[in-house]
């Protein structure tokens, strides 16, 4: 497998980190998990409370959600490779600040180039922001499609939003729905 050294190795960088104040209050870093060679990379925030307790991106209610929306579609997560910017959850789950996205994006850039998907779903807007550039804000930029070099990117919904607005789970439905043709051009 391409790569899987050098993203073996940046787990265990990433793990022992302390760039940011938010190594203090963590239980455990959610470093990313799925196929280190998927075509297809989504990117969340941050981990939440079940994240930081297990060491594993979307395993509370928003994770589950996304792996019934990724079911729709014909995948599961061995078909996907599952990120967040940050790496250890902001207490209280409060929204990451730019000095935190400053100090640990580059694992997220690290990750990306190591597993070198085709698409990035960008989860709401902080990934959105960071990958795509672009300072639309989700409910007018999901679903728009933001070529990056050879990658293409497209921003969505965060399911965990998604939970209280049905109105924004029927788009990012839809939205979700865009990646097998994504993947087939
Ligand atoms: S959030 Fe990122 S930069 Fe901050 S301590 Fe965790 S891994 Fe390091």
């Not at 928003?62 to 250890?88: P, Q, S």
């Not at 960008?122 to 990658?151: M, P, Q, Y």
């Amino acid at each position: 497998m391409p790569f899987m050294r050098e993203l073996d190795l940046l787990r265990q960088e990433v793990e022992q980190c302390k760039r940011c104040d938010l190594y203090k209050a963590r239980t455990n870093v959610v470093f990313g998990d799925g196929n280190p060679e998927a075509k297809i990379m989504l990117v969340g925030e941050a981990p939440g409370y079940y994240e930081d307790k297990k060491g594993l991106p979307f395993v509370g209610s928003a994770g589950k959600l996304l792996d019934t929306l990724l079911g729709e579609i014909g995948f599961d997560r061995r078909d996907v490779y599952i990120a967040n910017v940050l790496k250890c959850r902001p207490p209280n789950n409060r929204d990451p600040n730019i000095d935190e996205i400053e100090r640990c994006s580059p694992y997220l850039f690290a990750q990306i180039s190591y597993i070198s998907p085709k698409i990035i779903i960008t989860l709401g807007n902080h990934s959105t922001r960071l990958l795509a550039e672009t300072d639309t804000g989700i409910t007018k930029v999901h679903g728009k499609i933001f070529k990056k070099g050879d990658k293409i990117i497209m921003p969505t919904f965060h399911p965990a939003a998604c939970l209280y607005h049905p109105e924004w789970l029927k788009l990012l439905r839809e939205d979700l729905a865009k990646i097998p043709f994504l993947l087939s051009d």
